[in-house]
């Protein structure tokens, strides 16, 4: 199995953005270390009390140069927020600076309304899955210099490496996402964490719809990536102790109050209690938001759950809001794959 993490660049409590990135530069060292295949940040707009991550473009050209050779990317570039060529124009300026090391996540999103106003996104849409796809088509069709003779785009040119392109993902939560991804035939990443219940036919939708890429921006066969909140410590207790930042965060999210994850003691005190530890084997059809365990408990969960969806690629992504708990819990993970 393929492991791989997502990270928000967390704001420690009392702390600055500019500690944020620099646990997340630590973060990306110890992913390469430990052999992970990527190291993805997200984006996220108006929650700079908790979350750094806004423009993944800049935390992966610094990145860059803090690492050696573990793919980077952006989980996610929110696409409705941008025009393609920009995009385009600057993911493959940072494939220019480190070759055959970029992945470009391409997804939707809105936040608060005051950002989405701020950077001039319209919230509705008549036919917003249209949109996202020719927006998506647009994007690699750019990196690709996929645009025919006459067309209006078609002298554009972009900085590039002289190796490739980057690789392309598409990155969603539904079935719908999943659908555009395969009928654009790029590879996809399913985000586990925010409706899990979905996977299995999202993937199943992907596979379905897939027809290679007409540019030759994807792979010749489906290619999928499953995204999974994960926490992993010595032992199973001590594990869904470490998750209960996790369950209350989403506990909040529910009740639509966005803010920084909780200690583990205040996440209890929250949840009126430890969360139980994530069961292994798992019931048939349960599909949980964030699992947890120790290093061999979470191998088997993980090989579990790709295995329903045909994968072999994992994304992690936590909510703990201890950094030193972060790094342990990736470094445990990583021991249970013999890593």
Known sequence: MNLSIVDLAPVP???TATEAYENTVELARTAEKLGYSRFWVAEHHGMADSIASTTPETLIAYLAAETDDIRLGS??????HYQPFKVAETFAGLDALAPGRVDLGLGRATGIPAADRALGTRRRKENPDEDHAEKIDATVTHLSDGFPDGHPYAELQLPRSADDV???WVLGSSPSSAEIAGSLGLR????????PNLAERAFETYRDAFDPSSVGA??????????????CAETDGDAARLRATAEATYERLRRGDVGR?????DAIDEL??????TPNPLPDGDWPRSISGSPETVADLLEQLTDRVGVDDVIVQNIIAD???VLRSHELIADGFGR
């Open 13 to 15: 409590d009392g702390g």
């Open 75 to 80: 989980g996610t570039v929110l696409l409705n």
């Open 166 to 168: 980057p690789e392309v």
């Open 188 to 195: 996809y990443c399913f985000a586990g964490f925010i409706r």
């Open 218 to 231: 994807g792979p010749d066969e489906p290619e999928g990536m499953l995204a999974t909140n994960v926490a």
């Open 261 to 265: 994850p909780s200690t583990v003691e």
């Open 272 to 277: 009126g209690g430890v969360p139980e530890p």
């Open 323 to 325: 950094h030193d708990d």
